[in-house]
């Protein structure tokens, strides 16, 4: 049986929806009529697809297939290395597609750093007023007090919506956290990503690709907080008068449920579904200190399918990879460049961790990322210079038009 956490939630009044997508920002000024193509980031050498040109064909991209595992149903797929941000293989990398909760990853990198980990906020009706009918829901009540700590579990464990909804709250509220998004997506160079609300729910427009996906998740993965949230197996949420309940993270690749045994190496970081959607994920594994990153969106069929495809992804990675030419590059911030070139004072340096330097409480079981601290895999992680890469280049395959669905992780 489903857990209750996992499936469609209660409704909640959905008269917001209509208010949310008005309030969303219009897709970027930069896409041309013709065929949805977009320049070239600001700043950016030459022109073309943001990666390199190889991303924007159709079929699959490699530099050697050898071992590619066969019958992939999934639209669009990526594999990349962490630390040298080389793409390894892809097919249809800036196809827009739903994203589904993996644009929580967006959320993170954004509103993560805000807050300390130890605020207390208490909850409020007006919080969880806009929360999505048929949201996943971590179960946050008005009246509770949760700490910062507690409500980042909620999002990165149980995807939950209500967590993320206090959360932009805090923020400054939605419109301000969907504005702050976009011009993050815009930092990162992920041109295929338009978003509508912060929680990655179904609405009309919102939209990303396994690009755009692998990049914040790369970036998220740098902050140390981010890590420890994502690869947390369990935690305890508070549920009022003092007492908690279990939540356990959904990742089934980390956790080993239905059926899945967990993946060796792995970190994370985030899964997402909606029935309009289908299943996304964007995965970290780690192996003998090198870190490598798979998105897969909306495969054909079963609900395993997205974590057995990107397990297989991986495998390939790690087996081929390191001889394989690169196809493509994961983008740099364009704010990280212009520190290096002596613009935007006071960013932080490529590689450079923010956050506390532990991983959030709960029941974790062993963790990658506690082997490689001690490790050479620390130092390959965290060093410098990670992000001085070849090309910035742009064109998204052909916009999808999306609507509604059911949001469950």
């Known amino acids: 049986m489903r857990d209750s956490t996992d499936r469609c939630a209660p409704a909640r009044p959905s ?3 209509s208010r949310r997508s008005l309030l969303a920002l219009a897709a970027p000024a930069a896409v041309a009529a013709a065929g949805g193509r977009a320049a070239a980031a600001p700043g950016a050498e030459g022109t073309g697809v943001v990666g390199g040109e190889r991303l924007a064909r159709d079929g699959v991209q490699a530099s050697r297939t050898t071992g590619l595992p066969r019958h992939l149903t999934a639209r669009a797929w990526l594999v990349a290395d962490w630390e040298s941000g080389e793409v390894l293989a892809s097919y249809r ?3 827009r597609l739903a994203p589904a909760s993996t644009l929580k990853m967006l959320f993170a990198d954004t509103v993560l750093p805000k807050f300390p980990r130890t605020r207390r906020y208490t909850v409020t009706a007006a919080d969880l007023a806009d929360v999505p009918a048929g949201s ?3 179960g946050v009540e008005p009246g509770i007090t949760y700490t910062v700590e507690q409500l980042w579990q909620g999002v990165f464990l149980r995807s939950g919506n209500d967590a993320v909804h206090v959360l932009a709250r805090m923020n400054g ?11 993050k997506a815009r930092d990162l160079q992920a041109l295929d990503t338009h978003v509508v609300s912060p929680d990655g729910f179904d609405h009309p427009g919102q939209l990303s690709s396994a690009y755009d996906l692998t990049l914040f998740a790369r970036y998220g993965l740098r902050n ?3 890590r420890g949230y994502c690869g947390t197996r369990t935690a305890r949420f508070p549920a009022g008068g003092g007492n908690t309940f279990q939540i356990q993270n959904t990742d089934r690749l980390l956790t080993g449920t239905w059926g899945l045994k967990p993946y060796d ?3 994370g970081v985030k899964n997402g579904y909606t029935s309009h959607a289908g299943n996304t994920f964007t995965g970290a594994a780690v192996r003998g200190g090198r870190t490598l990153l798979v998105t897969v969106m909306h495969p054909a069929a079963g609900e395993n399918a997205v974590y057995e495809e990107t397990a297989a992804l991986l495998d ?3 087996a081929q990879g390191s001889s394989a030419r690169a196809v493509g590059t994961l983008a ?3 704010s990280e460049r212009r520190t290096r070139t002596g613009g935007a004072p006071g960013k932080r340096a490529p590689g450079a961790v923010t956050g506390a330097a532990g991983a959030p409480a709960g029941d974790r079981g062993p963790s990658a990322w506690r082997l490689l601290e001690g490790g050479a895999g620390t130092a390959a992680l965290l060093a410098g210079g990670l992000w001085a890469l070849r090309r910035r280049l742009r064109s998204p395959a052909a916009a999808s038009a999306q609507g509604g669905g059911r949001h469950r992780r």
């Open 15 to 17: 008269s917001s929806v």
């Open 93 to 95: 990398a800036h196809r």
């Open 136 to 138: 996943s829901l971590v």
């Open 173 to 183: 509220g939605i419109a301000a956290t969907v504005a702050e998004m976009q011009a």
């Open 224 to 226: 140390a907080d981010f």
């Open 265 to 267: 190496g792995m970190i």
């Open 316 to 318: 390939w990675g790690f």
């Open 332 to 334: 740099e911030p364009l």
